[in-house]
């Protein structure tokens, strides 16, 4: 569970402890994630279009991606990770730059977003 700051009230001060056990590795816990969401995890294939190289190249994706260029002047985007919801909600910032190889579960999340978006009088 993640919490904001700016939509926290009455906080107040608590005898308990709030202690991470002394093994826990953030890194590693947010290795398993896009952004902050955490679900089940996916192979995240991303293809990067010609014209938005560039921008990705001075992008990270996820601190585990590997980018591969292809001979048609694109690149592709490899991690996993879990969180398609912020994923999908990431990828409207990139205007068509980024097409969605897999999961077939992205498509589908990129597809509930937009459905989510259209208005019903």
Do not use: K
């Amino acid at each position: 569970m993640s919490y904001r700051l700016d939509r926290m009230a009455n906080a107040r001060l608590s005898e308990i402890p709030g202690v991470i056990p002394a093994d826990f590795d953030l890194d590693d816990w947010m290795s398993h994630s896009f952004g902050i969401w955490r679900g089940e995890e996916h192979d995240i294939v991303l293809r990067i279009r010609p014209h938005a190289v560039e921008r990705a190249r001075g992008w990270r994706f996820h601190r585990q991606q590997t980018l591969e260029m292809q001979t048609d002047g694109s690149m592709l985007v490899r991690f996993r990770a879990g969180g398609l919801q912020e994923l999908a909600e990431h990828l409207f910032a990139w205007a068509g730059g980024v097409d969605v190889v897999s999961p077939v579960g992205l498509h589908h999340e990129i597809g509930r977003v937009i459905n989510s978006m259209m208005y019903r009088p």
